[in-house]
């Protein structure tokens, strides 16, 4: 940044310090669109990377009358904007591994663990709906492998295919499986309750 930018930049601080909403303004259209590019790369999600970038100017409106003393603001603001990209992609796999650990629950492995039967219920109608909305293969393999437990050779015989196939097909199944259920987050939270 030369001297006219930062000489601007402080400028701006120093306004927004104030309470100026045009300067806050200013700050966000500058900073908006590189931090949305390196946020998107690590996330590959729209939607929590604008998150992230509206949470990140939140930080900077309650800070913002420290800011006018800032030596590095853009040091800062890119400090800030990577520690709540590390806590949002630590938050996904949190997320996807209990998810990832739902998903494999069958039937039987229901009804061994402590939970109520409306609970019970609720994980059967989500895990049945999902797989209805699987394509034949992909509903077949799932079915053959992880209701019936046939291994992926036994699977792959039956349909007549090959192991690998047979693998793909499960991989893909239960990848389908997790979107659909991420879809119907709130529901699968409430489920999540499972250790």
């Known amino acids: 940044?030369?001297?006219?930018?930062?000489?601007?930049?402080?400028?701006?601080?120093?306004?927004?310090?104030t309470g100026d909403e045009y300067a806050f303004r200013s700050i966000c259209e500058t900073y908006t669109p590189l931090l949305y590019t390196t946020i998107f790369r690590f996330t590959s999600e729209k939607w929590i990377a604008e998150e992230i970038i509206q949470d990140t100017f939140l930080k900077v409106w309650t800070k913002r009358q420290e800011l006018a003393e800032m030596a590095n603001f853009k040091g800062w603001l890119y400090t800030v904007a990577s520690n709540m990209t590390l806590n949002a992609l630590k938050k996904m796999r949190r997320e996807q591994q209990e998810l990832d650990r739902?998903?494999?629950?069958?039937?039987?492995?229901?009804?061994?663990?402590?939970?109520?039967?409306?609970?019970?219920?609720?994980?059967?109608?989500?895990?049945?709906?999902?797989?209805?909305?699987?394509?034949?293969?992909?509903?077949?393999?799932?079915?053959?492998?992880?209701?019936?437990?046939?291994?992926?050779?036994?699977?792959?015989?039956?349909?007549?295919?090959?192991?690998?196939?047979?693998?793909?097909?499960?991989?893909?199944?239960?990848?389908?499986?997790?979107?659909?259920?991420?879809?119907?987050?709130?529901?699968?939270?409430?489920?999540?309750?499972?250790?």
Request: proline content about 5%; some cysteine.
């Open 1 to 17: 940044m030369n001297n006219q930018d930062l000489n601007k930049e402080k400028a701006l601080l120093q306004q927004l310090a």
């Open 102 to 195: 739902w998903l494999t629950f069958n039937a039987a492995d229901i009804a061994k663990n402590d939970l109520t039967p409306q609970e019970k219920e609720s994980y059967l109608q989500l895990l049945a709906a999902a797989v209805e909305r699987l394509p034949p293969r992909q509903r077949e393999t799932y079915r053959l492998i992880k209701e019936q437990h046939l291994k992926r050779n036994e699977a792959a015989r039956i349909m007549g295919v090959s192991p690998e196939t047979v693998k793909w097909n499960l991989e893909e199944a239960v990848r389908n499986i997790r979107t659909y259920c991420l879809s119907k987050l709130p529901v699968v939270l409430t489920l999540l309750l499972i250790d």
